[in-house]
């Protein structure tokens, strides 16, 4: 017999797929934008992936900020990002 769910715990499920959801989103929006500098960067396209990696960095912070992220990943992250976009601008 399935055991009934007093209304505080159904707000909280109803809330928690909502906060699912959004943070779902903005995780795939960092992929998204992460992706696109790494392309840039490799297609040695190196004033395009200094303005997506500025995109990048504020999406990550944003989201370090809204809990959506811990801070230390959104900074490893930045900062990886960051390395491998000075590389690049060294080879050329």
Known sequence: MASKKNKSAMKRERQSLKRRMR?????????????????????????????AFVKAESLLHKA???????????????????ERLSKAIKAV
Do not use: C, F, M, Y
């Open 64 to 82: 370090a900020v809204k809990g959506i992220l811990h801070p230390n990943n959104a900074s490893r992250r930045t900062s990886r990002l960051a």
């Open 23 to 51: 943070n779902k989103s903005v995780k795939s929006a960092i992929k998204t934008a992460i992706k696109k500098t790494i392309q840039l960067i490799e297609s040695k396209d190196i004033e395009t992936a200094k303005s």
